[in-house]
């Protein structure tokens, strides 16, 4: 299955927005990619730091948009993965939507580890996020929930194989060091778990996160250059799991069990 991830800069600007994933997913198309990722708040803006205000967020042109996206979808007969904000009664999810080649909505995952921004504007998430791509069992995580193992342990005892994480996590200033630390994060999360991993970022800001692939044995295979628009793609095959592999599966699902 040909993945793809696309990075771009999000912003307040809902039609910027549509405009840059709907030139991903031509291109991406054209690359022959079945399933496309975009970052954390892609369609929305990140608040406050990409949309100043959660509440001056248009939610009608947010669904319309939506909506046009699904057609993409269907249009191109791609799996699109779309960050944006789910606006339910007074509460504000900061949420995953699957989308599949038909163009329905197939699967949802709403952030669960909410911090800083995320405390002011959303509400916790409490849905699994794992869901069936033609045949490939898929996890999605949001952000911050990198930093803890017990939301990737989840995916484990579910034999998740593939893992999304969206970000959008950016900086003023350019930080390599929490680069740097959140790709360790990303490698330790998929060698402890036996699963590849996909991240995909926003650049709005100098990028704190990557937008990269890793493997189960903490390879990176592919990795997007900073700070910078860019279609990252790769040919995902189920990994033959090994003798090694099968003993950290094992062990951990032991210790899980305990």
Same mark, same amino acid.
């Not at 307040?12 to 990722?37: G, M, P, S």
């Not at 794992?130 to 911050?144: A, H, L, N, P, S």
């Given at each position: 299955m040909k993945?793809?991830?696309?990075q771009f ?7 910027h927005?549509?405009?840059?994933i709907?030139r991903?997913t031509?291109?991406a198309?054209q690359?022959?990619?079945r399933?496309?990722v ?8 990140y608040p406050?730091?990409?949309?100043p205000d *959660? ?8 669904s319309?948009?939506?909506l046009e ?8 007969n791609? &799996? *699109? ?10 509460q504000? &999810?900061?949420s995953?939507?699957? *989308?599949?080649?038909h ?10 580890a909410?911090?800083?921004?995320d405390?002011?504007?959303f509400?916790?998430?409490k ?5 069936? *791509? ?8 949001i952000? &911050?929930?990198?930093?803890f ?13 593939l893992c999304i994480?969206t970000f959008?996590?950016t900086?003023?200033e350019d ?13 330790t999360?998929?060698?402890?778990n036996?699963m590849?991993?996909?991240s ?34 790769y ?6 799991i090994?003798?090694?592999e099968k003993?950290?599966i ?6 899980l069990?305990?």
């Amino acid at each position: 299955m040909k993945i793809a991830a696309f990075q771009f800069g999000s912003t307040e600007n809902i039609d910027h927005n549509f405009d840059a994933i709907k030139r991903a997913t031509k291109e991406a198309f054209q690359n022959k990619v079945r399933l496309l990722v975009f970052h954390e708040c892609a369609l929305s803006g990140y608040p406050p730091l990409e949309t100043p205000d *959660i509440n001056r967020i248009d939610f009608d042109k947010l669904s319309a948009y939506t909506l046009e996206i699904q057609h993409l979808a269907k249009k191109y007969n791609m &799996y *699109i993965v779309l960050g944006t904000i789910i606006k339910t009664d007074n509460q504000y &999810y900061n949420s995953t939507l699957l *989308i599949d080649p038909h163009g329905e909505i197939i699967g949802r995952y709403d952030k669960k580890a909410l911090w800083g921004y995320d405390i002011d504007n959303f509400a916790e998430g409490k849905l699994p996020g794992i869901y069936e *791509i033609d045949g490939i069992k898929v996890g999605f995580r949001i952000c &911050y929930e990198i930093r803890f193992p017990e939301y990737f342990r989840e995916l484990l005892q579910s034999k998740v194989e593939l893992c999304i994480v969206t970000f959008s996590d950016t900086s003023k200033e350019d930080l390599t060091s929490r680069y740097e630390t959140i790709k360790a994060h990303l490698l330790t999360r998929a060698v402890e778990n036996v699963m590849t991993i996909v991240s995909v970022n926003s650049i709005s800001k100098f990028q704190t996160a990557p937008t990269a692939v890793f493997d189960i044995n903490g390879n990176i295979l592919k990795e997007a250059p900073k700070n910078e628009e860019f279609l990252l793609i790769y040919d995902y095959h189920t990994p033959e799991i090994r003798y090694m592999e099968k003993g950290r599966i094992q062990h951990s699902l032991e210790l899980l069990n305990h």
